[in-house]
C-alpha cells in the first residue's frame, strides 16, 4: 500500500498548506484536454449546489421539504415546479397550492367570501373556519361583491364535482382565478360598477328598519315594529315573520338554524329558523336590550340598563346566567367577545375591556372623544370590499 503511487500522492496532498492544495489543482488542471476540465466542473458544481429539497424527499424526510416549500408565495411556487421533477412531486403531494388558498381563504375576507359564494370550502379541509356572520351553509347567489353569475360561466370547467381527488393543477388554476376574481371585485367597487336591489319590509305603518344580518341564503332583519323578518337571498321574497317581541328588534344574530334576537321590550328571544318557533325567552334586562354576539355556548348581551349580561347556552331551551358585569355609565351600545376577552361600548363614550367572565375584572378602559363635546349621530362607512 506504501508504494501505491495514488496513496502516496493523495497523503502528500492532504499534508499540504491549503493555499499550497488550490496552487497545486490549478496547474494539473492546466494540463488537462476540455472534455476533462468540463467533467471536473460538473463534478464541483455537483458537489457545491446541492438540492436539499430533493435529498429530503430521498431520505424519507419529505414532510421537511414540503414545511420549506410552503413558506413561497404563489409565484416563486409556480417557479419551483419548474426546478426538476422531484420539486414538482414535492409541491403536488404536500398539497401546497391547496394549503396556499387555505391561507388566504383563513385570512382575508373577500377571499372568504368568495369560497362561500362558489361554494368551494367542500374542496379544503379547515380545522377553524371564523365567520363574523356565523355562515355555515354555503349555496352561491347571483351577486355577491358585485360579480353576476354570468361572469362566473366560464368557471364551469375549473369547478368540478368531483373534488375528493382533484390533482394540484386544479389548485393551481383555482388560486389565480380566485386572484382574478378579487381584483375584479375591488376594481367594481373602485369604480362604481354594481347593482342595487331594494326590499321593502313588513313594517305594518311603523317604518325602520334596525338590524340586519345576510348569507347566501338568507337576509334577517329587526323592524321597528317588534318583528324579525326573514328573506331569500335570491328571490328577495319574504320567507317568514317572527313575531314574539312587544317592542323594536334592536340586534340580533344567527347561526345555522339558531337566531338571537334583542329588543327594547328588554327580553331576548331564541328562535328556529327552521320553522319560526320562538324556542326560548329571556327576561332579565331592566331595560332594552341594544346588543347581542353569540359564538358556541355564550352569549354577550349589552343593555340600556347599563350592564353587560354573559349567559351559558347549554341549549336553545335551557340558558343560565353566569354573571353581569357593571361599570357603565349609560346605554351599552356594541358587544364583542373571545375566548379571553370581553368588550362593551356604551353611549357614556368608553369601551371597557374585561378578562373573561369569571375573573369579573376590568383590564381597560378606552375613552372614545371629548365628553365635553355631545355626542353625533351619524356614522360614516366606506366600503370598497
Request: proline letters at 2%.
Amino acid at each position: 500500500m506504501a508504494n501505491d503511487p495514488e496513496q502516496s500522492l493523495k497523503l502528500l496532498f492532504a499534508g499540504l498548506p491549503t493555499h499550497k492544495k488550490i496552487e497545486f489543482l490549478v496547474s494539473s488542471v492546466q494540463t488537462l484536454s476540455n472534455e476533462q476540465c468540463a467533467e471536473i466542473q460538473n463534478s464541483i458544481d455537483r458537489m457545491l449546489r446541492r438540492d436539499f429539497i430533493t435529498l429530503f424527499r430521498e431520505c424519507s424526510q419529505i414532510h421537511i421539504a414540503e414545511k420549506i416549500l410552503s413558506y413561497l408565495d404563489a409565484s416563486s411556487l409556480a417557479a419551483a415546479e419548474k426546478v426538476c421533477p422531484a420539486w414538482c412531486a414535492v409541491i403536488r403531494g404536500g398539497n401546497l397550492w391547496q394549503r396556499l388558498i387555505q391561507i388566504r381563504v383563513l385570512s382575508e375576507e373577500l377571499w372568504d367570501r368568495l369560497s362561500i359564494q362558489l361554494d368551494l370550502k367542500k374542496y379544503f379541509r379547515f380545522n377553524t373556519v371564523c365567520q363574523p356572520n356565523g355562515v355555515t351553509d354555503h349555496i352561491p347567489g347571483d351577486y355577491e361583491f358585485g360579480i353576476q353569475t354570468k361572469g362566473l360561466s366560464d368557471l364551469s370547467e375549473v369547478f368540478t364535482q368531483d373534488y375528493a381527488h382533484q390533482h394540484s393543477d386544479f389548485y393551481r388554476s383555482l388560486y389565480f382565478t380566485l386572484c382574478r376574481l378579487a381584483e375584479r371585485i375591488q376594481q367594481n367597487w373602485a369604480h362604481g360598477r354594481y347593482n342595487v336591489k331594494r326590499i321593502t319590509c313588513h313594517t305594518n305603518g311603523s317604518r325602520g328598519v334596525y338590524c340586519l344580518q345576510y348569507d347566501t341564503r338568507y337576509i334577517v332583519c329587526g323592524v321597528r315594529d317588534g318583528s324579525v323578518q326573514v328573506y331569500n337571498k335570491m328571490t328577495l321574497e319574504c320567507e317568514r315573520i317572527l313575531i314574539g317581541h312587544l317592542g323594536s328588534v334592536l340586534c340580533l344574530q344567527y347561526e345555522n338554524q339558531l337566531l338571537i334576537s334583542g329588543s327594547s321590550d328588554s327580553t331576548v328571544r331564541f328562535w328556529s329558523l327552521l320553522n319560526g318557533f320562538n324556542l326560548h325567552t329571556i327576561r332579565h334586562h331592566r331595560s332594552g336590550v341594544l346588543s347581542l354576539r353569540f359564538k358556541d355556548d355564550t352569549l354577550v348581551t349589552g343593555s340600556r340598563d347599563h350592564t353587560v349580561c354573559v349567559w351559558k347556552i347549554r341549549s336553545p331551551t335551557d340558558v343560565r346566567l353566569l354573571t353581569s358585569l357593571h361599570g357603565h355609565r349609560a346605554s351599552v351600545v356594541a358587544v364583542e367577545f373571545d375566548d379571553r376577552f370581553i368588550l362593551s361600548a356604551s353611549g357614556d363614550r368608553l369601551v371597557q375591556v374585561r378578562i373573561n367572565a369569571k375573573s369579573h375584572m376590568t383590564l381597560g378602559i378606552l375613552f372614545c372623544g371629548d365628553t365635553s363635546k355631545p355626542a353625533l349621530s351619524e356614522i360614516g362607512i366606506l366600503d370598497s370590499s
